[in-house]
């Protein structure tokens, strides 16, 4: 099957505790990103990664961090530098169509929780 | 900044109703429109997608209407049923960008009552 696959489903971690968040895809797609969603909120772009070895800030980057080692992994980490990581992580990857539109895709979501 | 304004926030219809929701974007350069559902504690999957050189598309129940002129496309779903209950999100390219970047509307949450 191909996917987007996000680990765990459910995380708890006690504050001041770095903690990573995995996302793996094989639909060979190139750009992948990480969103965050609070409840009731719309998504907000974290980071961003068009190619191995290179990613971006997106809009709130504070307190997190990633690596772009294989195109097939994005890894997040949410640092203790987050001041409020309680949150529904998302990945997602996306491909770009003969129409030259890009198609995003998403993974099931990691909900992370922090006491 | 752009922006993609999605309303209503919430919205209720009966079993069998039409429920539209709405976006407006703010730059003409967006060329690719898509919507996505989000059920509870899921991802958002891509439900459907229009680009800007048609007015509509249509997929099953679901419509996507494109109005250029007034920079705004809607989300139409016929016969709404309670299992279309969800949240959607609208979306739009992020300008002058070849990074895939999406910037997403807030959000509606569709109830279906039975």
């Known amino acids: 099957d191909g996917g987007i696959t996000q680990s765990p489903k459910y995380l708890f971690r006690k504050e001041g505790q770095n903690v990573t968040l995995s996302c793996e895809q094989n639909l060979n797609h190139d750009a992948m990103y990480w969103y965050r969603q609070d409840p009731g909120q719309g998504l907000r772009l974290i980071y961003y990664s068009q190619i191995v070895n290179d990613f971006q800030k997106g809009d709130i980057a504070e307190g997190y961090s990633v690596s772009r080692e294989k195109k097939e992994s994005f890894p997040l980490t949410v640092t203790s530098a987050q001041k409020n990581p309680t949150a529904f992580y998302l990945c997602?990857?996306?491909?770009?169509?003969?129409?030259?539109?890009?198609?995003?895709?998403f993974g099931p979501g990691t909900r992370l929780t922090v006491t | 900044q752009q922006q993609v304004k999605q309303s209503p926030q919430s919205l209720i219809v009966q079993k069998g109703g039409i429920s539209i929701i709405n976006c407006a974007y703010e730059n003409t350069a967006f060329d690719y429109f898509p919507w996505y559902q989000q059920f509870p504690g899921k991802g958002p999957a891509l439900l459907i997608a229009i680009r800007p050189d048609v007015s509509e598309k249509k997929e099953g129940r679901f419509t996507i209407s494109f109005n250029k002129s007034a920079k705004q496309f809607s989300l139409h779903i016929m016969d709404s049923q309670p299992g279309d209950s969800a949240t959607y999100f609208c979306a739009a390219p992020e300008l002058l960008s070849n990074t895939g970047k999406l910037i997403f509307g807030q959000g509606t949450t569709l109830q279906v009552k039975p």
């Open positions: 997602a990857s996306s491909i770009r169509k003969t129409s030259g539109s890009y198609e995003q895709y």
